[in-house]
């Protein structure tokens, strides 16, 4: 099973930046803060992540097209095969001073298939204050930041490996998305269909291909 991998993807193609500046009105998404004031105070362990300003983000048509053809060959690409994929992605807001996604886990104590890849989309640039941490392997409780440009994701094995968030003590809004696939190979319908984080009801596996049966 993939450990962890940094790939590049052609922002020119796939510009989802670009695409949620112009839904959302917010000129830089790393100043989100300074257009959408924090909802309260920030919640203990998974914190909001169905606040009025993630809703937002689960209704841009724009960004769901561009997320499907991303999966149908992006993705496709680099798993090899065909694949079940995540009918929605997860939106991710830390704001500065939070931290968005608090306790530290692994997929698999929420209901994750260990056969699951998870892909991790910044949409803003990424240093070591307001980056994801990631244990090097199961176990190891080593977490290291994973600074990133725009352009680039994380490709992990997120239902084994313990993840999640400090503190973020930048001055910048750290807006990403993350989704989860399957490879067709690996999938049959007695795997679980986890609870959506962002919105109601579980997660729904869609064919890659549009002709297979959902």
Same mark, same amino acid.
């Given at each position: 099973?993939?450990?962890?991998? @940094? @790939? ?25 803060? &300074? ?5 309260? /105070? /920030?919640?203990?362990?998974? %914190? &909001? ?11 841009? /048509?724009? !960004? #769901?097209? *561009?997320?499907? $053809?991303?999966?149908? #060959?992006?993705?496709? $690409? *680099? ?13 991710? !807001? ?12 692994? &997929?698999?104590?929420? %209901?994750?298939?260990?056969? $699951? @890849? ?7 640039? !990424? ?7 990631? $244990?090097? #392997?199961?176990?190891? /409780? &080593? ?38 696939? !399957? ?15 962002? @919105? ?5 596996? *869609? ?8």
């Amino acid at each position: 099973m993939l450990n962890k991998l @940094i @790939i590049p993807y052609d922002t020119r193609r796939f510009d989802f930046a670009g695409a949620t500046r112009a839904a959302t009105g917010v000129a830089d998404l790393a100043h989100w803060h &300074d257009v959408h004031a924090p909802e309260g /105070e /920030e919640q203990p362990g998974f %914190g &909001d992540q169905a606040s009025a300003m993630h809703q937002k983000l689960y209704g841009i /048509e724009t !960004i #769901s097209v *561009l997320y499907r $053809e991303f999966v149908r #060959s992006v993705i496709t $690409e *680099l798993v090899g095969e065909e694949v079940r994929y995540q009918h929605v992605p997860n939106w991710r !807001i830390q704001l500065p001073g939070r931290h968005g996604v608090g306790s530290f886990h692994r &997929d698999r104590s929420g %209901g994750h298939n260990d056969c $699951e @890849i998870t892909f991790w989309v910044p949409l803003t640039d !990424i240093t070591a204050e307001n980056s994801l941490w990631v $244990e090097s #392997s199961e176990g190891a /409780e &080593d977490f290291r930041a994973h600074p990133m440009r725009y352009g680039q994701m994380l490709a992990f094995d997120s239902a084994n490996l313990k993840h999640g968030n400090q503190r973020n003590v930048s001055l910048r809004t750290r807006v990403s998305f993350d989704f989860r696939v !399957i490879p067709a190979s690996r999938f049959h319908e007695g795997l679980v269909t986890p609870h959506h984080t962002g @919105i109601a009801g579980p997660i729904r596996w *869609l064919p890659s291909h549009p002709g297979d049966p959902a």
